[in-house]
């Protein structure tokens, strides 16, 4: 499956960003969906994870309460709003797709990565 992140952009601290992410096809479904996001000079960081129907999400503690993770299967999209956004949540966001999620916050158990939107948050 190929997926499309989108909805990246420039933002105040404070502020909102809503991405989305795209499936090419419909067996989207069967996939658990996860975000990543890597900050220059940094590793890739584990931001939030969305069960295949929805019903379960995490999120990493340093987003918790101010992410949220969703999905529309019917239109093969994943979402990751962004409220009471911080500077050090700038970084480019990856999504990604895992067949079978053992460990949801290890990037090695997703099989399908897009290509990254970025954010930038001002101060």
């Known amino acids: 499956v190929q997926l499309q992140a989108s909805g990246g952009g420039l933002v105040q601290a404070g502020g909102s960003l809503r991405l989305s992410c795209t499936a090419s096809?419909?067996?989207?479904?069967?996939?658990?969906m996860g975000w990543f996001r890597q900050a220059p000079g940094k590793g890739r960081e584990f931001v939030g994870h969305?069960?295949?129907?929805?019903?379960?999400?995490y999120y990493s503690d340093s987003v918790k309460g101010r992410f949220t993770i969703s999905r529309d299967n019917a239109k093969n999209t994943v979402f990751l709003q962004m409220n009471n956004l911080k500077p050090e949540d700038a970084a480019v966001y990856y999504c990604?797709?895992?067949?079978?999620?053992?460990?949801?916050?290890?990037?090695?158990?997703?099989?399908?990565w897009g290509r990254g939107t970025q954010v930038t948050v001002s101060s």
């Open positions: 969305i069960s295949r129907t929805g019903g379960n999400t």
């Open positions: 990604a797709a895992a067949r079978v999620p053992r460990l949801y916050y290890s990037d090695s158990d997703y099989n399908y």
């Open positions: 096809d419909s067996t989207f479904s069967r996939y658990a």
